[in-house]
């Protein structure tokens, strides 16, 4: 078992930054990828970014330019920087951790979300 807790999220306006951050803890969570994905409202959810225990690192294709996704092995976090957030931004991202230790390993377990509001 693998537990995910996320922080960061909350209310920003346009054009400000935000980092999320999700710790993991248990059962060989240093050994697997972790990621984000988002989902707004309606919407099916997507995955925004991933990185795998040696660090290769991948992120959606149209988020690239704003979105960067980091991990701190020592202590099993994962972080995801967000630049110049814009309304379309605004979701629950959820961190997870993946069955596997590659960037395209599929997620096993899942954090509760954060919620991410964008407007003025």
């Known amino acids: 078992q693998v537990q995910l807790v996320e922080s960061g999220g909350g209310s920003v306006q346009p054009g400000e930054s935000l980092t999320l951050s999700c710790r993991a803890s248990?059962?060989?969570?240093?050994?697997?990828?972790l990621g984000w994905y988002r989902q707004a409202p309606g919407k099916q959810r997507i995955k925004v970014a991933a990185v795998s225990p040696g660090g290769t690192k991948s992120v959606h294709t149209s988020l690239k330019t704003r979105f960067a996704a980091s991990r701190d092995n020592a202590n099993d976090v994962i972080y995801l920087q967000i630049d110049a957030l814009q309304p379309d931004d605004s979701a629950t991202y959820y961190c997870?951790?993946?069955?596997?230790?590659?960037?395209?390993?599929?997620?096993?377990?899942w954090g509760q979300g954060t919620r991410v509001t964008v407007s003025y």
């Open positions: 997870y951790s993946a069955a596997g230790d590659l960037v395209t390993s599929p997620p096993a377990y």
């Open positions: 248990g059962s060989n969570a240093y050994r697997n990828t």
